[in-house]
C-alpha cells in the first residue's frame, strides 16, 4: 500500500496549457507538502497545508494554486505552464507540526514543459 | 537560499568501505534529519536528531550533530552497492509554520 502517492508520474505539456498534479496520503497525517526539485536536485518548499488549511506559502508564482478538499489531499494546480517550470513535484506528508517529524514522499511527478 | 550545504557534493568509494557527508547550516535549528533518494524515486527518511542530541545510531548509520558549528555528519559503515542514492540533510525549525529545508545532497556511488 503506497503511504503518499502522486499522479501522474510523468507530465509532458506545451507552454501555456493548465495541468493539475493530485496528491494523497493515507497516513491519517494532519500535514502535507509540495516541494519542487530542480535539474541540480535542489528541493525548495512551495506549499503546506495543515488539516485543509494552507500555512506555508514559499514566494510561488500564482499561476500555482494548491487545493486542499480534505486533509488526505493535496493538489496543484498550474496555469500557463512556462519552460521554467520543467522539475520533479513531490508531495509529502508528515503527522504534526511543532516539534518536528518526519516527512513521508510520494514518489514525485516529473513535470516537463515543451 | 537553502539551510544545509553538504559536502562532498559526490562521494564514490568501494563496498564495504565507510562513507562520511557532512551537513552545515545556517541558522538555529529544532532537528536536523537525513533522507536518501534513490535515482527516479521519492525521498525516504532515514534518521532525525533533535538539536538536545549529540549522536545517534540507526543500523549502519551513525548521525552526528554539532550545533555550536552548526553542522551535523552522517556515517554509513560497511557500504554496500545499495547504499548508492543521493543524500540529504534536512533542517527543521519547529514552531507553527513548521517546514524542512533541504541541502543539495550528495551523490554518494558505492562500487561492488
Known amino acids: 500500500d503506497t503511504a503518499v502517492s502522486q499522479t501522474p508520474k510523468y507530465l509532458v505539456t506545451q507552454m501555456g496549457n493548465d495541468k493539475s498534479i493530485k496528491c494523497e496520503q493515507n497516513l491519517g497525517h494532519d500535514t502535507m507538502y509540495w516541494y519542487k526539485q530542480d535539474s541540480k536536485k535542489f528541493l525548495k518548499i512551495m506549499f503546506s497545508y495543515n488539516n485543509k488549511e494552507l500555512i506555508i506559502n514559499e514566494t510561488v508564482p500564482n499561476r500555482f494554486s494548491p487545493k486542499s478538499p480534505d486533509k488526505a489531499h493535496l493538489n496543484l494546480h498550474i496555469n500557463s505552464l512556462e519552460l521554467g517550470d520543467s522539475a520533479v513535484y513531490f508531495c509529502?506528508?508528515?503527522?504534526?507540526?511543532?516539534?518536528?517529524?518526519?516527512?513521508?514522499f510520494g514518489q514525485g511527478t516529473r513535470l516537463t514543459v515543451v | 537560499s537553502q539551510q544545509g550545504e553538504e559536502d562532498p557534493q559526490a562521494l564514490s568509494i568501494q563496498e564495504g568501505e565507510n562513507a562520511t557527508m557532512n551537513c552545515s547550516y545556517k541558522?538555529?535549528?529544532?532537528?536536523l534529519q537525513w533522507y536518501r533518494q534513490n535515482s527516479g524515486r521519492g525521498l525516504v527518511h532515514l534518521i532525525l536528531i533533535r538539536s538536545n542530541e549529540r549522536e545517534k545510531h540507526s543500523g549502519r548509520l551513525r548521525v552526528t550533530l554539532d550545533t555550536s558549528k552548526k553542522s551535523s555528519s552522517l556515517l554509513i559503515t560497511a557500504s554496500r552497492a545499495a547504499d548508492t542514492a543521493s543524500y540529504f540533510c534536512a533542517t527543521g525549525g519547529g514552531g507553527s509554520n513548521y517546514k524542512l529545508t533541504f541541502g543539495k545532497g550528495t551523490l554518494l556511488t558505492v562500487n561492488p
Open positions: 509529502a506528508s508528515s503527522p504534526s507540526r511543532g516539534q518536528g517529524t518526519e516527512a513521508f
Open positions: 541558522t538555529s535549528i529544532n532537528n
